[in-house]
């Protein structure tokens, strides 16, 4: 749950603006299919499509599919927030108890290593990954 705050603002935030830039290769690439179907609907009461018309239209149907496969695989590639991260079992990194992380959401493990057990690798998180 995001905590919304008092203040709206009619702005989108830095979040809303990053998710809609992430997916924008994608929305361009559909946003060519349309015009591409569209030309090619044309084209039928004009005589008929042309092969560069239909080569067009593959061509633009072909960039969704990679569209879509980059825009995945960048969403994958998200930060893990602490509130998805619960201990799995204890590292074997150092002797001082500190935990081994994974994450609810994307399953990637990290070693949270404590000053307060002690360890001198102190709070900050290193990947295993
Ligand atoms: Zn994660
Ligand atoms: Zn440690």
Do not use: N
Request: glycine share 4%.
């Amino acid at each position: 749950m995001r905590k919304r705050l008092a203040l709206v603002t009619a702005e989108p935030s830095a979040a809303d603006l990053a998710a809609i830039e992430a997916e924008w290769p994608l929305i361009a690439a559909e946003l060519d299919v349309l015009d591409a179907e569209i030309t090619l609907l044309y084209a039928e009461d004009h005589g008929g499509p042309t092969v560069l018309d239909w080569r067009r239209l593959r061509r633009a149907e072909s960039r969704v599919t990679r569209a879509a496969a980059e825009v995945t695989a960048r969403q994958s590639a998200h930060v893990c927030e602490p509130h998805t991260l619960r201990e799995v079992r204890l590292t074997t990194e150092c002797d001082y108890g500190c935990k081994v992380m994974a994450c609810r959401d994307c399953g990637a493990e990290q070693v949270t290593h404590w000053s307060a057990y002690g360890c001198p690798a102190g709070k900050p998180v290193h990947r295993i990954a």
